[in-house]
């Protein structure tokens, strides 16, 4: 191989011989490039798009749980002023006797 390679520079030049050499690294790395890092990257890129959702998903039930919560303060400020009572003691039972009766809401589409 070795003197293969020095009687290719001897007949051509260093230069011709060095493109060949060239021409063949980048057609590895062409290769390699397309077959096996480019379907990886498409897995990586679907994995991504589906937790991109997620998070959105999740930063609207925050969204939700905020505004459920700002709710429930609220009306409890309004009970304690109507009543005059606070509401430490019998909130479980009012939260009983007012709970939601739809589903539950399942955020990761199962």
């Known amino acids: 191989m070795e003197t293969e ?3 290719a520079i001897k007949e051509f030049g260093f230069p011709i011989v060095s493109v060949f050499g060239m021409g063949y690294f980048i057609f590895f790395i062409w290769k390699w490039v397309t077959e096996e890092v480019k ?3 498409g897995e990586a890129t679907s994995t991504l798009i589906k937790l991109v959702d997620r ?6 039930d ?13 009306y409890k400020n309004e009970i304690e002023q109507a009543t005059g009572k ?17 589903e539950d809401f399942n955020s990761t589409g199962d």
Do not use: C, F, W
């Open 5 to 7: 390679l020095a009687n």
């Open 39 to 41: 379907p990886v990257l």
């Open 55 to 60: 998070v959105r998903m999740l930063d609207n």
């Open 62 to 74: 925050m969204i939700r749980l905020n505004t459920k919560l700002a709710m429930v303060l609220e």
């Open 86 to 102: 606070k509401l430490g003691d019998n909130l479980e039972e009012i939260l009983k006797e007012h709970k939601s009766q739809s």
